[in-house]
């Protein structure tokens, strides 16, 4: 039984022995095959490393060391016509987004460290992945960065932390304070998905920095200059180790523009506090010398990204400090358009000096009564100038008919735009027995022709168109495309009417009278000065339907003047136009004193300048030697 017993425990024994043997055997053997192809996968990466692509290799390893940075120029500044700066650039730093080593799980740290939106960082990362751009240009997050972020992006930036923030030096736009010929100069901003779909603006990149109104983006090109890019080589730690390419930025062209600074603080000193613009231009060129639009804004708040907040409220601001009224706003002249009447007149044969009317305080006409503004009693041309009675011109304007009427004030430039270089102007509207067929489907009705007499009913005009007009007007019958740049290039040939200087002297003779023999503008008398000019009241809407209503206040009648001087031979016309002013004559001393600032400048100008006293040119040498002599000393 025992015997038994051991034999089965030994055999049992036994077979455990060889079990784990052979256990033993597999596992080594599986180490082996393990090691063998880890071996073989090395063996095959070191191949395709070394033999099958090496350059492929070697070049990914390049980018992996080498870091692209950009090095963007300044745009050119822009100069007043006496070389005096206007806008001018100022060095900031800016904060970018290098793509090469962008990881999408570092955004929302960057973001909470810098103050910026996580899921507007985000939104533009995307926008500039999905337009396609080159791997190697980086992605402008943050302009004008404070002290506090240049620390955390020094202490952030290296390879074990956020290797993708790059901060490149930038020159950043610097325009002058409370909105100096803001509307004039316009803003520079970044370029928007729009423009860039645009074929004009399709050579530049997205993040690029574009003019974007006024002269900023008319010379856009000029002011550009070529960005430059650095090549530098980087240690696993991001640090710049040494330059390897460094390709330096081109500035843009600086620009000198007609404007007088003097002039244009002067103007924008006048409109302060209301609404309005102001145009001043030498009518023998077309150079404007002043050009105002309030209220304005601060086109610094573009120089980088505008902030939505500062957005909205300039779009939200119910004076549309946005809109450069200068070129823009298209109001009825009111009586400023009697000149362009008594033209007309004049050279039709439709009036002669001997037209003299009955004003008793109005006219009826096709029967329907014109009120006059006063009772002027027996009036001629240069009486109806000089005291704007509106029963003269009711007349006038019935004697021409609205198609003759249309005719002259296409002649001085209205119902088209002057080709100023500025952005955005408007044309205006000059109505005719066309016009109206074309656009409503009508019939002209004589009646209608007695309120365009007058500057009112359909008819309205720029502040600009209005200089240029009367200042053709002045120089004989001669007008130059308004420019805003010296030495402007592709600039239309002057056009000339054959208009009767005889005429156009008994036109300015009564505007001579406007000003100098008791007229409506008064207010703009200068001594010394021989001014010439119009005032202009122009109805916003019935003042029967605006009493007793809430709209009264904001739907006042406009105020306009424009002057011109010296009479003879004139240098300089002013067109102002004071938005809700209720009186033409409440406009001309804006136009008065941007006047005697040109005056009082040139006169200062040609004053002669004090001399620098010479010291004569024996004082200047050095005495001559004194000789040598031998001298005895008493004791």
Request: one cysteine or more; glycine letters at 10%; charged letters at 25%.
């Amino acid at each position: 039984m025992k015997l038994h017993v051991g034999r089965e425990d030994d055999q049992s024994s036994n077979t455990l022995l060889r079990d784990d043997a052979k256990g033993a055997s597999q596992k080594i053997a599986f180490f082996q095959y393990t090691i063998i192809a880890v071996f073989l996968f090395l063996i095959t990466g070191f191949w395709d490393l070394q033999i099958r692509n090496p350059e492929l290799y070697q070049e990914r390893a390049q980018e992996n060391s080498v870091k692209s940075i950009p090095v963007l120029a300044p745009r050119g500044k822009i100069l007043d016509r006496d070389g005096r700066v206007i806008v001018d650039n100022h060095s900031s730093f800016s904060l970018y987004l290098s793509r090469e080593n962008l990881k999408t799980e570092h955004l929302r740290p960057i973001a909470e460290g810098l103050n910026l939106d996580y899921d507007s960082l985000v939104a533009r990362v995307r926008r500039f992945q999905s337009r396609g751009a080159p791997q190697y240009e980086p992605i402008p997050i943050k302009e004008e960065l404070t002290p506090g972020e240049l620390a955390f992006v020094d202490s952030h930036k290296d390879g074990s932390t956020f290797p993708e923030l790059e901060v490149v030096r930038v020159q950043h736009r610097l325009y002058p304070r409370d909105g100096l010929a803001a509307h004039v100069i316009g803003y520079v901003g970044e370029i928007s998905e729009s423009e860039l779909d645009s074929p004009e603006l399709a050579r530049f990149h997205q993040g690029d920095i574009i003019g974007k109104d006024g002269i900023e983006r008319q010379y856009n090109d000029q002011l550009m200059g070529v960005d430059g890019q650095k090549r530098v080589e980087v240690d696993s730690f991001g640090n710049e180790r040494h330059v390897l390419d460094d390709k330096e930025a081109v500035s843009g062209k600086n620009l000198q523009l007609t404007i007088d600074l003097d002039l244009q603080a002067v103007a924008e000193l006048t409109l302060e506090n209301r609404k309005g613009a102001v145009v001043a231009l030498d009518p023998r060129n077309g150079e404007v010398l002043a050009m105002v639009s309030r209220p304005a804004f601060d086109p610094n708040l573009f120089a980088g990204r505008i902030r939505s907040k500062d957005w909205k409220v300039l779009l939200d601001n119910p004076d549309h400090p946005l809109l450069n009224r200068a070129v823009q706003a298209q109001q009825a002249p009111g009586s400023t358009f009697k000149p362009i009447m008594a033209l007309a007149g004049l050279e039709t044969g439709a009036i002669d000096d001997n037209f003299r009317i009955s004003c008793p305080g109005g006219a009826t006409f096709y029967g329907r009564f014109f009120k006059c503004w006063g009772k002027h009693g027996t009036v001629g041309l240069h009486e109806g100038l000089v005291h704007s009675c509106d029963t003269f011109f009711y007349n006038v304007g019935n004697r021409l008919g609205i198609d003759r009427i249309a005719q002259y004030a296409e002649m001085v430039g209205y119902g088209r735009k002057t080709g100023i270089d500025l952005p955005h102007e408007a044309e205006g509207l000059v109505p005719s027995s066309k016009w109206k067929i074309r656009n409503f489907r009508e019939r002209w009705y004589p009646s209608e022709t007695i309120s365009v007499a007058i500057g009112q009913g359909a008819t309205t005009v720029t502040p600009l168109q209005m200089a240029v007009a009367i200042g053709g007007i002045s120089i004989g019958g001669m007008w130059f495309q308004p420019h805003m740049v010296k030495d402007a290039v592709h600039l239309m040939p002057a056009r000339r009417a054959e208009v009767n200087l005889e005429n156009i002297g008994r036109v300015v003779s009564g505007m001579f009278g406007v000003v100098n023999e008791a007229g409506t503008g008064v207010r703009a008398h200068l001594p010394g000065v021989a001014v010439c000019g119009k005032t202009g009241t122009a109805q916003l809407a019935s003042n029967n339907l605006l009493k007793g209503t809430s709209y009264g206040a904001t739907h006042k009648d406009n105020a306009w003047f424009v002057g011109f001087a010296p009479c003879e031979n004139p240098e300089i016309v002013v067109a102002a136009l004071f938005e809700n002013g209720e009186h033409g004559q409440l406009a001309a001393p804006i136009v008065r004193d941007v006047l005697k600032a040109y005056f009082d400048k040139k006169a200062r100008l040609a004053q002669p300048q004090p001399q620098i006293a010479h010291i004569p040119t024996g004082l200047l040498q050095p005495p001559p030697p004194v000789p040598a002599t031998t001298a005895s000393v008493n004791p």
